[in-house]
Protein backbone atom coordinates (compact mmCIF):
# COMPACT_ATOMS: atom_id res chain seq x y z
CA UNK A 1 0.00 0.00 0.00
CA UNK A 2 1.43 3.19 -0.68
CA UNK A 3 1.72 5.61 2.47
CA UNK A 4 2.19 9.29 2.50
CA UNK A 5 4.18 11.48 5.13
CA UNK A 6 2.81 15.00 5.08
CA UNK A 7 4.96 17.88 7.07
CA UNK A 8 3.20 21.18 7.35
CA UNK A 9 5.18 23.86 9.46
CA UNK A 10 2.43 26.28 11.47
CA UNK A 11 1.27 29.65 9.59
CA UNK A 12 3.08 32.66 10.44
CA UNK A 13 2.40 33.51 14.05
CA UNK A 14 2.04 36.36 15.87
CA UNK A 15 4.73 38.66 17.48
CA UNK A 16 3.04 39.25 20.84
CA UNK A 17 5.85 40.19 23.05
CA UNK A 18 5.05 39.46 26.36
CA UNK A 19 2.62 36.25 25.36
CA UNK A 20 4.25 32.53 26.30
CA UNK A 21 5.08 30.88 23.15
CA UNK A 22 2.72 27.65 23.30
CA UNK A 23 0.22 30.93 23.69
CA UNK A 24 1.14 32.42 20.57
CA UNK A 25 -2.13 33.08 17.68
CA UNK A 26 -1.69 33.02 13.99
CA UNK A 27 -1.01 36.60 12.23
CA UNK A 28 -3.35 37.84 10.09
CA UNK A 29 -0.91 37.15 7.41
CA UNK A 30 -0.96 33.58 9.16
CA UNK A 31 -4.39 32.96 8.79
CA UNK A 32 -4.62 33.66 5.45
CA UNK A 33 -1.07 30.89 4.72
CA UNK A 34 -3.16 28.53 6.93
CA UNK A 35 -5.98 28.48 4.21
CA UNK A 36 -3.57 28.61 1.51
CA UNK A 37 -1.95 25.83 2.61
CA UNK A 38 -4.68 23.82 3.26
CA UNK A 39 -5.64 24.25 -0.35
CA UNK A 40 -2.57 23.22 -1.40
CA UNK A 41 -2.56 20.18 0.35
CA UNK A 42 -6.36 18.70 0.46
CA UNK A 43 -5.97 16.92 -2.77
CA UNK A 44 -3.20 14.72 -1.32
CA UNK A 45 -5.17 13.78 1.72
CA UNK A 46 -7.06 10.22 1.35
CA UNK A 47 -10.99 10.57 0.80
CA UNK A 48 -11.47 7.92 3.25
CA UNK A 49 -11.07 9.69 6.08
CA UNK A 50 -10.47 6.45 8.38
CA UNK A 51 -6.79 6.08 6.92
CA UNK A 52 -5.60 9.78 7.96
CA UNK A 53 -4.01 10.20 11.69
CA UNK A 54 -2.99 14.01 12.19
CA UNK A 55 -0.53 14.40 14.86
CA UNK A 56 -0.48 18.15 16.19
CA UNK A 57 1.46 20.19 17.98
CA UNK A 58 -0.77 21.54 21.13
CA UNK A 59 0.88 25.03 20.34
CA UNK A 60 -1.97 27.54 19.63
CA UNK A 61 -0.56 28.10 16.17
CA UNK A 62 -0.60 24.83 15.16
CA UNK A 63 -4.22 24.25 16.21
CA UNK A 64 -5.23 26.90 13.96
CA UNK A 65 -3.21 25.70 11.20
CA UNK A 66 -4.73 22.58 11.52
CA UNK A 67 -8.20 24.16 11.84
CA UNK A 68 -7.99 25.62 8.44
CA UNK A 69 -6.87 21.96 7.39
CA UNK A 70 -10.22 20.99 9.27
CA UNK A 71 -12.36 23.18 7.70
CA UNK A 72 -11.54 22.84 4.08
CA UNK A 73 -11.22 19.06 4.14
CA UNK A 74 -14.20 18.12 6.68
CA UNK A 75 -12.28 15.92 8.78
CA UNK A 76 -10.93 16.04 12.85
CA UNK A 77 -11.54 12.99 13.59
CA UNK A 78 -7.92 10.66 13.99
CA UNK A 79 -6.30 13.72 15.40
CA UNK A 80 -3.85 13.57 18.21
CA UNK A 81 -2.50 16.68 20.18
CA UNK A 82 1.23 15.07 21.21
CA UNK A 83 2.92 17.70 23.33
CA UNK A 84 6.44 15.71 22.27
CA UNK A 85 5.95 17.38 19.07
CA UNK A 86 6.26 21.10 20.46
CA UNK A 87 9.80 20.98 21.45
CA UNK A 88 11.12 18.29 19.51
CA UNK A 89 13.92 17.64 17.23
CA UNK A 90 14.52 15.06 13.96
CA UNK A 91 14.78 12.53 15.93
CA UNK A 92 11.54 13.26 17.82
CA UNK A 93 9.39 13.16 14.43
CA UNK A 94 11.00 9.85 13.55
CA UNK A 95 9.65 8.44 16.50
CA UNK A 96 6.26 9.71 16.09
CA UNK A 97 5.98 8.63 12.40
CA UNK A 98 7.52 4.73 13.77
CA UNK A 99 4.96 4.78 16.72
CA UNK A 100 2.15 5.92 14.45
CA UNK A 101 0.80 1.98 13.88
CA UNK A 102 0.32 0.87 10.52
CA UNK A 103 -3.28 1.17 9.96
CA UNK A 104 -3.05 4.95 8.56
CA UNK A 105 -1.81 5.42 5.02
CA UNK A 106 -1.86 9.46 5.68
CA UNK A 107 0.23 10.32 8.20
CA UNK A 108 0.02 14.55 8.35
CA UNK A 109 1.97 16.48 10.99
CA UNK A 110 1.70 19.43 11.94
CA UNK A 111 4.58 21.28 13.97
CA UNK A 112 7.86 23.52 13.99
CA UNK A 113 11.55 24.13 12.98
CA UNK A 114 13.75 23.82 13.10
CA UNK A 115 12.96 19.98 13.71
CA UNK A 116 10.65 19.96 10.59
CA UNK A 117 13.39 21.51 8.10
CA UNK A 118 15.85 19.14 9.60
CA UNK A 119 13.82 16.04 8.61
CA UNK A 120 12.79 16.83 5.10
CA UNK A 121 16.46 17.74 4.59
CA UNK A 122 17.11 14.26 5.74
CA UNK A 123 15.09 12.90 3.47
CA UNK A 124 16.05 14.94 0.46
CA UNK A 125 20.12 14.89 0.91
CA UNK A 126 20.37 11.05 0.05
CA UNK A 127 17.67 12.24 -3.12
CA UNK A 128 20.14 15.43 -3.94
CA UNK A 129 23.61 13.00 -3.55
CA UNK A 130 22.48 10.69 -6.13
CA UNK A 131 21.93 13.62 -8.80
CA UNK A 132 24.42 15.97 -7.94
CA UNK A 133 21.90 18.41 -6.67
CA UNK A 134 18.36 19.21 -5.37
CA UNK A 135 15.39 21.03 -6.61
CA UNK A 136 13.67 22.06 -3.27
CA UNK A 137 15.01 25.03 -1.54
CA UNK A 138 14.84 23.33 1.89
CA UNK A 139 16.71 26.06 4.12
CA UNK A 140 13.80 27.71 6.06
CA UNK A 141 11.14 25.55 5.60
CA UNK A 142 9.15 28.81 6.12
CA UNK A 143 6.05 29.39 7.90
CA UNK A 144 3.29 26.89 6.19
CA UNK A 145 5.53 25.26 4.21
CA UNK A 146 4.69 21.46 3.26
CA UNK A 147 5.92 18.60 2.64
CA UNK A 148 4.43 15.21 1.03
CA UNK A 149 6.14 12.09 0.87
CA UNK A 150 5.16 8.77 -0.65
CA UNK A 151 6.67 5.01 0.74
CA UNK A 152 6.05 1.67 0.53
CA UNK A 153 6.99 0.64 3.92
CA UNK A 154 5.05 0.45 7.05
CA UNK A 155 5.44 3.52 9.28
CA UNK A 156 6.62 1.03 12.13
CA UNK A 157 10.15 0.29 9.42
CA UNK A 158 10.26 3.59 7.80
CA UNK A 159 13.72 4.97 7.82
CA UNK A 160 14.64 8.31 5.23
CA UNK A 161 16.12 6.00 2.45
CA UNK A 162 12.19 4.11 2.00
CA UNK A 163 10.47 8.00 1.82
CA UNK A 164 10.67 9.83 -2.08
CA UNK A 165 9.41 13.80 -1.88
CA UNK A 166 6.59 13.55 -4.30
CA UNK A 167 5.46 17.21 -3.75
CA UNK A 168 6.68 20.69 -1.79
CA UNK A 169 5.30 23.76 -0.70
CA UNK A 170 8.10 26.29 -0.40
CA UNK A 171 5.75 29.22 1.47
CA UNK A 172 8.46 31.86 1.03
CA UNK A 173 8.68 31.21 -2.74
CA UNK A 174 5.14 31.71 -3.17
CA UNK A 175 4.91 34.61 -0.87
CA UNK A 176 7.81 36.45 -2.94
CA UNK A 177 5.08 35.90 -6.19
Not at 33 to 40: C, I, P, T
Not at 75 to 91: A, G, H, S
Not at 95 to 101: F, I, K
Not at 140 to 146: R, V
Request: proline fraction near 5%; aromatic fraction near 8%.
Amino acid sequence: MQRYLILIRHAEASQNFGTPDLDRALSTNGEAQAQSVAKWVTPFLDADRRHIQFIISPALRTRQTAQALFQRYGCRENCVYDPTLYQTDENGIWRLVNEAGDAPSHLVIIGHNPALGRFVRGVAQPAASNNGESDLELSAFAPSSCCVMVTRTDWSALRPQDLTIHAFRDSAAEDAR
